[in-house]
């Protein structure tokens, strides 16, 4: 006598061809004298046939958003062509103009602070090593450091004497990933460390604030949350987390803003273990610079397998990340948090530029202000 | 040779692009996507939808065309355009009625004829039951199902993504969602195919 669960997988492997020979003698002996059996064949393949039309076009929609995708930015004129015989909603241009006005705003604040009575005296780039140990670089990228010396001198007012202070108000940017739908976002601890405020942004997102939600130093994550009034949620994400090991030799790539442009990155795992046998993270060789921290490492199929972390200075092409599932093990320690981490899988079999077409969205620089 | 060359395929005559379309020639698909677009957008959004929803019917509407070509008996008897046109307009027509928003007077961007839905939309009904038993359920059930029977993960490879244990607690696990899809899905399906 076998049960339900048995009976169940004996017909889906009936129903997929995975019986062998004898084995379909006697199932479909079973058959003819169980009208109950027969009818869940039946009912098995639907199913089948159900998750098989249903695979077929979530491959294909994949593939007509890109097209619409390409289609929609090289030619704007798209939208010139539609008319509209019904009178309807026209917010979306004005809630257009309203993001630019404010991103304009924000910049300006961001410069009145910094501009105010001062006198700019150096815009430092420069690295900013967060890890004491040796030859580990954390990085982050340290935008403008501006030196603030302020000298106000009054026309004609005696009292005011010289006055020169020095103040920093520096922006550090990163790299930081969508981990769910709906907007959590991961970027490297040491990026936000001592950020009062964040901010995202990429070519699809001008400028999203975002605050801090939990952070952890050891293994160098922070965890994000779009907090921005305009968001409201991502369209499923393309990609998912890998929570098995990588193998050394695996093609990795990555994806980051060491500058104001996105990069790409390619390379491979190199050894499982990251700076001084860190168990946590991996060596990649993929060259990085400051900027590209919190950056998401993907294999080839588009699995998110690691976060970008730093490099080795005293080594050509040692790169380190985070490995993935140390990543979903911390996320799932969070608590009061429902993060559904990203399980998609729409990346496999794609060429690596249609991937990073379908990827750019995702991938943000992080710009902090202290 | 020019640029455009890559980006734009010379003007064929419809069975080259049917044929190239059954052979799966994706620089065909998006010339046709891309010259059939504004037709359709226009439809919807000249009957109350959004340039969304006029994306979204649209790509519905190429799916069925895409289909329907890979299926070696299916003729198609009229152009291209007349054939989107009026698949497009029905889905859309079939939305605005699932959503109460029917409008008195169809504004025409085209040429519609009148199709054989049951042959055309024979996909439609598992398609929809599936759809929205999917999204029915929650997690982690929605993704292993997704993940086996749609991303040919193997049972291994679910096991290590979720963390279970042992193949044998995800394969309980497995059954027991594919148990309750079942039920909702046929719960549907038969809903559907009977109405």
């Known amino acids: 006598m076998i049960d339900k669960r048995e009976t169940e997988e004996l017909i889906e492997r009936y129903c997929k061809g995975q019986l062998l020979p004898d084995e379909i003698k006697i199932f479909e002996q079973w058959l003819e004298s169980d009208l109950a059996l027969t009818k869940a064949v039946e009912e098995h393949q639907t199913i089948l046939s159900a998750f098989s039309i249903s695979e077929k076009r979530e491959q294909l929609r994949n593939k007509l958003n890109i097209i619409h995708d390409e289609m929609e930015t090289e030619q704007f004129a798209f939208k010139a062509p ?56 954390a990085l982050s990228r340290e935008v403008e450091r501006l030196k603030r010396s302020q000298r106000a001198i009054i026309n004609g007012i005696n009292e005011n004497k010289e006055t020169e202070t020095d103040n920093v108000v520096s922006g550090f940017t990163g790299t930081g ?61 393309p990609y998912g987390f890998k929570n098995s090991a990588a193998d050394p030799g695996e093609k990795v790539f990555t994806l980051g803003y060491p500058r104001e442009e996105m990069v790409y990155g390619e390379g491979s795992v190199s050894s499982m273990t990251g700076f001084e046998g860190d168990t946590s993270a ?89 | 040779m020019s640029s455009d060359m890559k980006q734009v395929i010379p003007v064929s005559s419809e069975e080259e692009i049917i044929l190239a379309l059954r052979r799966c020639d994706e620089r065909v698909l998006k010339t046709v996507y891309r010259q059939h677009y504004p037709q359709i957008a226009n439809m919807v959004i000249n009957n109350g939808g959004s340039i969304q929803e006029a994306k979204d019917i649209y790509q519905d509407t190429v799916i069925i065309f895409y289909e329907k070509l890979q299926d070696e008996a299916f003729e198609l008897t009229c152009r291209i355009s007349t054939f989107l046109y009026s698949v497009g307009k ?106």
């Open chain 1, 82 to 137: 539609l008319k509209k015989v019904t009178e309807e909603k026209q917010p979306s241009r004005i809630r257009q103009f309203y993001r630019q006005y404010r991103i304009i705003s924000i910049a300006a604040m961001v410069t009145i602070v910094a501009v105010s009575g001062t006198l700019i005296t150096s815009v430092f780039m420069g690295v900013f090593s967060n890890k004491q140990q040796g030859n580990y670089q």
């Open chain 2, 90 to 195: 029905r889905l859309w027509l079939k939305q605005l009625q699932l959503k109460n928003r029917f409008t008195d007077e169809f504004h025409e961007a085209g040429e519609a004829i009148i199709l054989d839905w049951t042959e055309i939309g024979s996909n439609e009904d598992q398609y929809t039951a599936m759809h929205q038993a999917l999204e029915s359920m929650g997690e982690p059930c929605r993704t292993i199902l997704k993940d086996f029977y749609m991303h040919s993960a193997s049972m291994d490879e679910i096991t290590e993504k979720f963390g279970y244990t042992n193949s044998d607690n995800a394969k309980t696990q497995k059954y027991k969602c594919l148990k309750r899809l079942k039920k909702i899905f046929f719960s549907l399906y038969n809903n559907e195919t009977t109405e």
């Open chain 1, 177 to 237: 990933f969508a981990l769910s739908k709906d907007g959590y976002v991961l970027t490297s601890y040491h990026v936000v460390k001592d950020a009062k405020s964040v901010f995202l942004s990429n070519e699809k997102f001008e400028q999203l604030e975002a605050t801090k939600v939990a952070v952890d130093k050891a293994l160098d994550l922070a965890l994000l949350k779009i907090s921005d009034e305009q968001f409201k949620s991502f369209s499923e994400l």
């Open chain 1, 282 to 370: 991996y060596q990649v060789s993929i060259p990085v610079n400051p900027g590209n921290s919190g950056g998401p490492l993907f294999d080839n199929y588009g699995n998110l397998i690691g976060m970008v972390s730093g490099k080795n200075t005293s080594a050509e092409g040692a790169s380190f990340a985070v490995q993935s599932k140390q990543i979903a093990r911390y996320i799932k320690t969070i608590e009061n948090e429902n993060i559904s981490v990203a399980s998609g899988k729409n990346l496999k079999g794609l060429d690596r530029p249609s991937q990073i077409k379908r990827l750019k969205n995702y991938v943000f620089i992080v710009k902090v202000f202290n």
